[in-house]
């Protein structure tokens, strides 16, 4: 299909994180404005806003910035305009980690110092140097930071009194230095030290607004008094970024019907399946279900089913703690389940081992029932796209080879599956086997998971249909994949032997229920070493 000119009447606003850009440019927007009006008029001083990654965050934060700013041309005929008559321009220190280098804790410093120099340029202040003279730096303390926050909190005084208006303080994406620091115990010194001024300062600050993927501890920001309130899990805010059903219906009817179109549907069935893929996200029990924006508009715009979410990238935090720990990948295909006391008051830290909340956190999990008496929380992947994307994502992370020679060859082994080709798949097993870098050579509990990590991921990335530990009247068989031509009945052993797998298919008669299924029944007993680090026996019947 050849590109339409008509398609640059409606523009979608894939990558526009500028609210005044995206005005300007007459992109489609989702109207957000009366979430605008409410956190600016509700008497609330601070907020804090968890949501994941490429989820409309900067561009809510930005659209918050364009209205202290009093710029009253961008908010015409949205929602806002019908309330705000005022439109006061407000000093603003807009503070964004989004994107940069915060490897190092000195590029935090630099990035701060930047911010504050604008700040200052834009408010015509000069910064007297001699109220840092002589500061008392406790040992605890970063000195540049102690000295950033002496100099941030004076800058507000200045500006209230010579103006008599406070300052508007906004933090996109704070925990993203913190996320990618390699020295993280310094990097939270520093916000210790300067995002302590919130605190310090309050009473020449008009209104603070904080967004993030998760909260980190020992930062000041969520600790003692005057913190932001949270309102990431608050059922008012569920929808205050995605896109509801009832907006993508209101605002992008002409794109589905083409989307439609295209793929041969009708217009519910194009609804249902862009829910399969980018729907679902839930943030209260009791909120509304909104799809991933960034995904959702590159599926209308490019007209096709695809994993966006994946071409973005994985959360560095979240690869960080799985690599550092021993976790069985089977147990997240299934849905988990979690206090919701537990989720709401999670804050992160570097000792913290618990990966159901940053999952949750990171998009990958989300709510999917609520067990209210318990206070418990069902939480399951939100769609197809977030499903694949972990998937994949734990198969790029663990198991790619140098340079990228070998790795999970999904077509290959597909093609072995479809046409019964087992001394080819096994073959393809062993190979991916030898490309492992173990955590630990020394630990067999680390060989252990990747034997049945590298099992599992191999099966549900192909797009079987894939049973991992079926149960049966006599026991439970490891895993068991079916297409249309055959059911596998697999049995693995670590540090045993392949017969004594295959024994065991025929003991439990897992095969039982299949034998009148008209399918080839193939069994394969396994036998895998924790010496080699690799499938050393192998048997089918």
């Known amino acids: 299909m050849a590109i339409s000119l008509d398609d640059l009447s409606r523009k979608l606003p894939i990558g526009v994180q500028s609210f005044e850009d995206l005005r300007k440019n007459n992109c489609l927007y989702v109207d957000k404005t009366d979430y605008v009006y409410y956190l600016a008029h509700s008497g609330t001083k601070s907020y804090f806003l968890a949501r994941p990654r490429r989820f409309g965050k900067s561009l809510f934060a930005n659209t918050l910035r364009a209205y202290f700013e009093g710029r009253k041309e961008c908010f015409d005929g949205l929602k806002i305009s019908k309330y705000e008559k005022d439109w006061i321009k407000y000093p603003i220190a807009y503070f964004d980690f989004v994107d940069g280098d915060y490897s190092e804790p000195e590029e935090l410093i630099f990035k701060i110092t930047y911010v504050l120099s604008r700040f200052e340029a834009e408010n015509n202040i000069k910064f007297d140097e001699s109220v840092i003279i002589g500061l008392e730096i406790k040992d605890d303390e970063n000195p540049f930071a102690k000295r950033l926050a002496t100099r941030f909190a004076y800058d507000m005084q200045v500006i209230s009194e010579k103006t008599g208006l406070n300052t508007v303080i906004i933090v996109d994406e704070y925990d993203n230095p913190l996320i990618t620091s390699e020295n993280l115990t310094e990097s939270k010194k520093i916000y210790r030290g300067f995002f302590s001024v919130l605190k310090a300062a309050d009473k020449y600050i008009k209104f603070a607004f904080i967004t993030g993927v998760t909260k980190f501890a020992k930062t000041s920001i969520f600790s003692g008094t005057n913190q932001p309130e949270d309102i990431t899990d608050d059922e008012n805010f569920s929808a205050i970024c995605g896109i509801t059903h009832k907006e993508l219906i209101d605002n992008f009817t002409p794109e589905i019907e083409k989307f439609a179109k295209k793929k041969n549907l009708t217009f519910d069935g194009c609804i ?35 994993n966006y979410w994946y071409e973005t990238g994985n959360p560095t935090i979240l690869m960080k703690r799985i690599h550092s720990g021993y976790y069985d990948f089977r147990r997240f295909v299934n849905d988990v389940s979690y206090p919701k006391d537990k989720l709401k008051t999670y ?102 998971r990747d034997f049945q990590n590298v099992i599992f991921l191999v099966f549900t990335i192909c797009g079987q249909f894939v049973v991992s530990e079926y149960h049966s009247s006599k026991g439970r068989a490891d895993t068991i994949v079916m297409n249309d031509k055959f059911v596998y009945l697999f049995e693995f052993k670590m540090d045993s032997d392949a017969q004594t797998a295959l024994d065991q298919i025929d003991e439990k008669d897992y095969a039982g229920r299949f034998k009148m299924d008209g399918r080839k029944l193939i069994k394969i007993g396994v036998n895998f070493s924790s010496k080699e680090k690799n499938i050393v026996d192998w048997k089918v019947a």
């Open 272 to 306: 249902a399946e862009l829910k399969r893929w980018y729907d679902c996200y839930l943030f209260h029990e009791d909120g509304e279900k909104v799809f991933n924006p960034v995904s959702l508009f590159n599926a209308l715009k490019k007209k096709d089913f695809q």
């Open 347 to 448: 804050k992160d830290d570097d000792l913290n081992t618990d990966l159901i909340p940053l999952l949750y956190y990171t998009g990958y999990l989300t709510i999917k029932k609520y067990d209210s008496p318990l206070r418990l929380y069902t939480l399951g992947f939100p769609n197809n796209e977030i499903e694949l994307s972990f998937l994949n994502g734990l198969a790029d992370e663990f198991y790619r080879a140098p340079n990228d020679v070998m790795g999970f060859n999904y077509a290959d082994f597909l093609q072995d599956f479809y046409s019964g080709d087992i001394e080819s798949l096994i073959g393809r097993f062993q190979a991916l086997y030898s490309t492992i870098p173990y955590a630990n050579s020394d630990n067999d509990k680390w060989v252990e």
